[in-house]
């Protein structure tokens, strides 16, 4: 086996994948491919009305069919504690929340006996009439207690009113976002197993510990009872995050009850229903500024969508308490819980729609006052958190813009829209900013000395394909001061302890500080002489208390992201044949798969910009685009240059590595800056998401 490796120090080289060997030979196991002596498999039977009750089940006839071992529906399920996740709470009654939720599970010899069982089975229902579609005046709509994860719903300074009242310039206006889906490669899938009085979950998960501990809480089991194991993820982008997914609380419902390994996996078109997706927004963004692009008042509000299962509030308006500073700040959501499936973590949530609001509207303010884009974003810059007045501990988005600016050569451009005609091609360009919180959680892990030279760090931490399991391996290295080679770093295993997951682009921020302090602890008891035993010497760290002493700081990475775009006249198809993002992310423990993980964002920004979009039949409530033939997600065709650098970031407030976190700060601010460029090439606002060929070109479409 080759691959490049460095000599201490490791932190900074472009080190390729440690596990890349094992995932391109097959030799890397996900959720899915886990083989146990005497598996069985269960197959969800969905919901055929959006909502209702289940009058009946025909279990007897599922029962005679070929391979069939048993049924576990509403009258023989296991009674599970209330955690106040209803998507979770499965077959704890008759009624029906939405279409495509889990009216029973049939577990059969094989994957095939048990969809066959399970797609004949009768089921009868009392259907009522629905209420599935989304409006920014839905009657429904009120201010939930707080937005995800636990921020205010509502921030008010100053008097944005009057502010607005005595501008100068004013923009206003309102912006749409579709719902999205996650389409991760690798589909959920969970196998439970009971050992010896514990239960192995395998699954496919981004956060092991916090799975692990939602079904305990769940399944009232007694600490210690489960294990969750996720070594290797193939892709999750939020919605394989907290709390535990369906498929989990089926498989270990299923594994209890037949007292045999269980796996459920779900298939694609099960995904949309069941495990989550980006909400709708509807934004209204009120901008009013000096005549120079000062602003004077800010204003973002956000209408969203839940279900009836859970409350679950997309913080879309939070991106503006961040970004742009201004005397006058408001931002406020609304939520409306209707007969839908439950949305949930989609990468950048709340970031990624609401950068598209304002991001969209400073460049409306910008054609207002006749100020270059990038210059206007310079004028509003500040060193203090403009809702909370707390200071940043660090905020290089003027250099981001600067620095893109010089390499995307935006001094040439000519400010005019629908000014520019090549062939068949309107073309122009656009910029917008980007945030991200740089937030860091309580985590503890081990670091193990072996005989020999040879090192261990364990934590549940989870590679969801990031890389954060060799940016750890580097990081461990050069605490100990030893080659990346003596080092593995085990990972995806809740009995490691407590740990954040793969999610808020906080994993390498927070597992690397017990990573590198319990190295360190461990290299200084060597160098004082301490003996390596047979079976290891073994330092743990838990951040807990560290993390807690923290000075007050507003945290955030930043970045700027600058688009060119062609659009065809005629059809209105647009294309991005350059991308640019510039970012200040702390620092990059490793510049390939930082970079990697970069141009992943910025590709899914510009699949946001142009293609995604889950749509929902009203009558039904069910999402009928849930195949990746009928959802687009961009392609390798439909993505032209893409390129990222980075400014120097050194932000002493934040950790011990020094990390941002950037795994989310790629798609913030993409689509805004690609229907900026829209409009710059067209003429055409861009005021909703996809921008779809008629849209480009048409206004008001
Ligand atoms: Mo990310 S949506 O916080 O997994």
Known sequence: ?????????????????????????????????????GLVHGWVVPATIPRGRVLSLDVEATLAMPGVLAVLHQDNAPRLTDIGEGTLFLFQGDRVAHWGAPVALVIADTPERAREAAERMRVDYLAEPPDTVFRPDHPGLYRPEHVNPRNPTVTEKGDVEAALAGAAVVVDAEYRTPAQHNNAMEPHSATAEWADGRLTVHTSTQYAYGVAQSLTKLFDLAPGTLRVLSEHVGGGFGNKGMPARPDAVLAVMAATLVGRPVRVTLTRPQLFPLTGYRTPTAQRLRLGATADGRLVAVEHTAAMQTSRLAE?????????????????????????????????????????????????AMDELAEACGVDPVELRLRNDTSHEPASGQPF??????????????RFGWAERDPRPAARREARWWRGTGVAGAHYPARTAPTTAHATALPGGRYVVRVAATDIGTGARTALTQLAADALEVPVDAVRVEIGDSDFGPAMGAGGSMGTASWSWPVVTACHDLARRIASGEPVPPEGL???????????????????????????????????????????????????????TATSQLIGGMTMGLSTALLEESTLDGRFGDFVNHNLADYHVATNADVGAIEVAFVDDPDDELNPSGVKGLGEIGIVGVPAAIANAVWHATGVRQRELPISPARAIISGQ
């Not at 501990?393 to 010089?406: D, I, P, V, Y």
């Not at 743990?540 to 700027?560: I, L, M, N, P, W």
């Not at 294309?575 to 423990?589: D, I, K, N, S």
């Open 312 to 360: 679950f509030t997309e913080q879309t308006a939070i991106y503006a308490r961040a970004m742009y500073a201004a005397d006058n700040l408001r931002t406020d959501h609304r939520v409306v819980a209707l007969d839908v499936p439950t949305p949930r973590w989609m990468r950048a949530p709340g970031e990624a729609p609401g950068s598209f609001g304002l991001e969209s």
């Open 538 to 592: 073994t330092s743990t760290f838990d951040s807990t208390e560290a993390v807690g002493a923290r000075a007050e700081f507003s945290r955030y990475a930043f970045g700027a992201h600058f688009a060119e775009v062609a659009v065809d006249v005629a059809t209105g198809e647009v294309r991005v044949p350059r991308l640019l993002g510039v970012y200040a992310v702390g620092r990059v423990v490793n510049p390939l």
């Open 393 to 406: 501990s660090s905020r290089r988005l003027a250099e981001c813009l600067r620095e893109g600016a010089r």
């Open 1 to 37: 086996m080759t691959r490049t490796w460095q000599a201490a120090p490791s932190v900074g080289h472009p080190l390729t994948r440690v596990e890349g060997l094992d995932k391109v030979t097959g030799q890397a196991r996900y959720a899915g491919d886990v083989d146990r002596r």
